[in-house]
């Protein structure tokens, strides 16, 4: 089907930046929306944000508006989240996930990748 693989990860400082990227292979015409979600340790799976394929239209969870953008490379079957200002709070594993309809929701998504881990220390 869709193969996501996250990378970028890694530890940065409050403040500081990162870009994560998720590679796509497969059968990725079957997928028309990429989501990025992220899982802190005891906490639910969250919606950080999308992106359409198609046309490129973006969403933003509240909580990283401003601050995150959200992108995809057509030709090379990736899309990137670069992330600014970071806080402590944006500490957790980052998943990538793709379907062929999407929202904010982690149900709403069928494809994950292995996630990348995002630590942002004080």
């Known amino acids: 089907q869709v193969q996501l693989v996250e990378s970028g990860g890694g530890l940065v400082q409050a403040g500081g930046s990162l870009r994560l990227s998720c590679a796509a292979s497969?059968?990725?015409?079957?997928?028309?929306?990429m989501g990025w979600f992220r899982q802190a340790p005891g906490k639910e799976r969250e919606f950080v944000a999308a992106i359409s394929w198609n046309d490129g239209s973006t969403d933003y969870a509240d909580s990283v508006k401003g601050r995150f953008t959200i992108s995809r490379d057509n030709a090379k079957n990736t899309v990137y989240l670069q992330m600014s200002s970071l806080k402590p709070e944006d500490t957790a594993v980052y998943y990538c996930a793709a379907n062929r309809w999407g929202g904010r929701y982690p149900s709403q998504y069928v494809y994950w990748g292995q996630g990348t881990q995002v630590t942002v220390s004080s």
């Open positions: 497969g059968r990725t015409r079957s997928s028309s929306v």
